[in-house]
């Protein structure tokens, strides 16, 4: 069973840039310590069922962050609320 990880922060190389990707993911332990993951480790996580990665909205509802593809096959997160651009990841603050 997938454990389930919110994602309060993100990395990209470029951070004004909608076009660039995701570079690292991370949160908060239940104790307080940090934890960061790059973005391919997090999509493995994933798609192999051992992490379900969800973020929540400024509103407080919590939405699911799933592996889509691409039109170039390239593979990135995003949530089930997010349209064509991940809105709600790129949204959350960078990662110390």
């Given at each position: 069973?997938?454990?389930?990880v919110?994602i309060q922060c993100i ?17 908060l332990?239940g104790?307080?310590?940090?934890w960061?993951l790059s973005l391919n480790?997090a999509i ?9 990665f969800?973020?929540e ?5 919590r939405v699911?962050?799933i592996?889509?593809?691409?039109a ?9 609320a997010?349209?064509d651009?991940p809105?709600n990841l790129?949204?959350l603050?960078?990662?110390?």
């Open positions: 069973m997938a454990t389930s919110r990395n990209k190389s470029d951070r004004t840039n909608a076009w660039e990707r995701i570079r690292y993911v991370g949160g332990n104790d307080g310590t940090r960061k480790d493995s996580g994933v798609e192999t069922g051992k992490y379900a969800y973020v909205r400024p509103a407080g509802d699911n962050v592996v889509a593809k691409s170039a096959g390239n593979k990135y997160l995003k949530t089930t997010d349209g651009q809105n790129l949204s603050p960078e990662c110390p």
